[in-house]
């Protein structure tokens, strides 16, 4: 049953983004989706992980597996292209060049999935910069405590 909660442990600050994003800019469907998306739905880039892993092995989708996260251990390769503080800094300068502040909890939505992450997964400091994980070619020693 553990496995699972990974599917809801980014929705309390989702949720808290979205209040906000209502408050401060009544309803707007769009906005809402988008701070779904970067808040809870980032996850969607461990499919990336887990493919590019089960594309060399026996190609059979097993949602246990997926979800346990164990594919990371046996790759050795953490790539997760969504989980990159680089989105959240490209995020925080257009609202700032646009000056549609309506948007800062969209990428607060989003920087604050990389910061949970980060506070409870056992990871090096630079671990979720995607430049980071490159230069070290991905690499689960250079990425992982």
């Not at 699972?4 to 009544?26: D, Q, R, W």
């Not at 089960?54 to 190609?59: I, L, N, S």
């Not at 050795?76 to 989980?83: M, Q, R």
Request: aromatic letters at 20%.
């Amino acid at each position: 049953m553990k496995k699972y909660i990974v599917l809801v442990e980014h929705l309390p600050l989702t949720i808290i983004c979205m209040a906000l994003t209502g408050y401060f800019n009544s309803f707007n469907l769009f906005l809402f989706f988008i701070c779904i998306v970067l808040g809870w739905l980032l996850d969607i880039d461990h499919l990336f992980d887990y493919l590019s892993y089960k594309r060399r092995h026996d190609f059979h989708f097993n949602l246990g597996e997926f979800l346990e996260g164990s594919y990371f251990k046996l790759s050795k390769k953490i790539y997760l292209p969504f989980h990159s503080y680089e989105i959240s800094i490209f995020l925080n300068l257009i609202v700032i060049l646009s000056e549609e502040f309506n948007l800062i909890f969209v990428s607060l939505a989003h920087t604050l999935h990389l910061l949970q992450d980060q506070l409870t997964n056992k990871v090096k400091p630079f671990s979720y910069f995607f430049a980071y994980r490159a230069l070290n070619n991905f690499n689960i020693n250079a990425v992982c405590k």
